[in-house]
């Protein structure tokens, strides 16, 4: 994740599928036998049922984990050289956090830098997802370094945290606080808040950290302080101004997660 003054750099937010999510039909497990490869005419795929579908949902998903999806996370360890060779096929890279039960792909990297075909599109976070971002693992870095098994966070937390980066002069404030709250139910989307869109309390999810790594999290908060600087805020003490009217809406600063 990261930042500039006015944000300019472009923060690489985990890769999303352009696969429409689903959820498989219920039922249909019970109809398949798992050490089946042949599951229809002219079937010529080497993966059983179970695998197939630890594939497809580690495809549609940012992450899967223990606790989000414990069936295909189970999976995905027993077979995770198999399903590591099938995201290969696919110019995808595979990354696992067994301490934290958390795995997720990103795109592979030619030895050369050139960029391979891809299935993936990138999508940068917005300033308030990436701002979201940062208090979420924050908090919850904080939460397990004091014993505590899981982390939660109120909605209003979220959006007050993003609010204290907004400049004095800006006028918006009703338009900066649906943004705000849009990007808390855009993170409860992406699977890394517990919840709801309309809970007004939330549990983090254990998959922001390894998403976030340290680095690019520290490269963002340098950022924030070089556009706090930059901008002259430091003098009034007053949060970066990632609000700034002239700033581009789609630049954000240089470090989310993922890649998802």
Avoid at 148 to 169: I, T
Wanted: proline share 4%.
């Amino acid at each position: 994740m990261s930042v500039d003054s006015p944000i300019e750099v472009e923060i690489e937010t985990g890769v999303e599928t352009s696969i429409e999510s689903g959820i498989e039909p219920d039922g249909l497990d019970d109809l398949v036998e798992d050490d089946s490869v042949s599951l229809f005419e002219g079937d010529e795929g080497g993966l059983e049922y179970a695998q197939r579908r630890a594939l497809v949902t580690l495809l549609k998903q940012r992450f899967i984990s223990a606790r989000t999806h414990p069936r295909d996370w189970t999976v995905l360890v027993e077979h995770e050289r198999l399903i590591r060779s099938r995201l290969n096929d696919l110019f995808l890279e595979l990354q696992v956090d067994r301490s934290r039960e958390v795995a997720w792909k990103r795109q592979a990297t030619s030895e050369t830098a050139s960029r391979f075909p891809t299935m993936l599109y990138d999508a940068a976070w917005s300033r308030e997802e990436t701002l979201v971002l940062v208090h979420l693992r924050d908090r919850l870095r904080a939460g397990l370094a004091s014993g505590d098994a899981r982390v939660f966070v109120d909605r209003e937390d979220l959006v007050g945290y993003v609010a204290s980066f907004r400049p004095s002069h800006a006028t918006d404030v009703a338009g900066d606080e649906k943004r705000a709250r849009n990007a808390v139910a855009s993170i409860v989307k992406a699977g890394l808040l517990i919840g709801t869109v309309t809970d007004d309390r939330y549990e983090i999810c254990e998959a922001v950290e390894p998403l976030i790594p340290l680095e690019l999290l520290q490269e963002l908060l340098e950022a924030l302080q070089t556009a706090t600087s930059s901008d002259g805020a430091a003098e009034d003490d007053e949060p970066a101004d990632l609000f700034d009217d002239d700033a581009d809406p789609d630049a954000i600063p240089d470090a989310p997660a993922e890649e998802q």
